[in-house]
C-alpha cells in the first residue's frame, strides 16, 4: 500500500474509533474485541492490508510490543496510589511470582506430556502464557488511587509486577532450549536473570522515578522552572528508567513500572508562608501554571498531567498492538490442540495457580473467582513470544507456541471482554450492600 493508502485507512480508523466510542461503551464489549476484529478484517485472511509475519517480521513487531508495554507499566504504576509498605501489596505480590511460578510449571507438564513439546520450548510456552495484562483488564480496574477495591487493585499490581517476572522464566525455556547461555551450573540465569534483573530494576525505576518528581517540584515550587513539557517528562522519565535497567542487565519492564509508582507517590512541598489558592472561577479555574507551580498543588498537578498524557498513549499502543495481533491470526496454524489447551489454561490452571497464590489472605469466594478468572493475557505474551523467536526458537516447535499463543490471547480478550462489565457491577453491587 502507498502512504496515500496507508494514511487512508488509518485516519478512517481512528476517526471510527473516537465517533462510536461511547457506543461501544454501553455495548457488552471492550476496546480491545473491536480492534482484534478489525486486525483480523485487515489481515491476510480478507483485506490483507496488514501482513505482520511474526517469522518475518519478528524484529519490528517485537519493538512495537515492547513500546506499548512499556506505556502500559508506566500508566498503571500512575495509577496505583497505595504505598508500597501497604500490606494490601502481599496479594498482588504473591499473584506476581507464586501464581506466575505455578502457571509456568503447570502449563510446562501439559506441553511436555500431551503436545509432546520438549522441555525448553514448553517452560518457554509457560512463561509467555503466564503473565496477566494491565492494559487489557483495565475493565477490571474500576477505581484507583489510595483506596481502590482489592480485586481490581490485585490484578492491576500483578499485570504492573509479571511482566518483568516472567523474564527470567522466558530465558530459563530459552536456556535449557540452549538458546541462551546460563552459566556453569545455571549460575548467571539465578544471579543476573532472575535476582538481579528483579531487584536491580525495581531499585532502578523507583529511585529515578522518586528523584525526578521531586527535583521537577522543587524547580516549579522554588523557581517556576520545568514547567510544561510533561509529555517530554513523562516519555524522558520511560526511556531513561528502560533504557538504564537494560543497560545494567536489570529489568526494564520492572523499572518503568517502578519508575510510575514511585512519581505517583512524590508529595507536595510546602513552604511556610504561601498562601493558599484563592477560589477558582467555576467556568475557568485556576490556569496550569498556576497550579503547576504553588507548593501546595505541584505534585498532584504533575502527575495528572503526567498520567492524562500517558493514558493517550496507551489507548493509541493498544489500538496498534490488538490489530496487529487480530492480523497475526492468519499465521498461527489451525491447530486442534488449541481447542482444549485453551480452555484448561482460562478455566483451570489459572483460577488453580490464584488458588495456591492466596491462601491465608482472607479473600471471599466471589474474589477469589474473580482474580482466578480475569487472568488476562495480551501484549507481554506477544512480546515474549516474538523474545522467544529472536533467540532463534523455530520450525515445527516455533508453529505450535505461535498458534497456542495467538489462539490463547486472542480467546482471552473475548472471553474477558464480554465478562469484564456485568462480573464486576456484580461484584462492586455485592460489596456495596
Known sequence: ???????????????????????????????AMVYLALGWLLGPDVADVLRPDPM??????ERMAEIALLISLFAVGLQLGVPMRDPRWRLPLRLAFVSMTATVAMVTCVSVWLLDLPLGAAVCLGAILAPTDPVLASGVVSDSGVRPNRVGFSLAGEGGLNDGTAFPFVMLGLGIAGLHDMGPGYARWAGVDLAWATIGGATIGGVLGAATGRIVVYLRTRHEEAVGLDEFLALGLVGTAYGLAQLSLASGFLSVFAAGLALQRVREQPQQGTPPLPSADEVEGHSYETMATHPAHASATLKDSVQQFNEKLEKLAELALVLVVGAMLAYATPLPAALWFVPLLIVVLRPLSVLLATGGEGLSRPQRFLIGWFGIRGIGSIFYLLLALRYGLSGPVADTVIALTLWTVSASIIVHGVTAQPLMHRYLALRGK
Not at 457506543?23 to 464489549?29: F, N
Not at 518475518?56 to 513487531?61: D, G, M, R
Open 56 to 61: 518475518e517480521h519478528t524484529i519490528v513487531l
Open 1 to 31: 500500500m502507498s502512504v496515500a493508502e496507508w494514511s487512508l485507512v488509518v485516519g478512517l480508523l481512528l476517526l471510527t474509533m473516537a465517533l462510536t466510542s461511547k457506543l461501544v461503551g454501553r455495548l457488552p464489549l471492550s476496546n
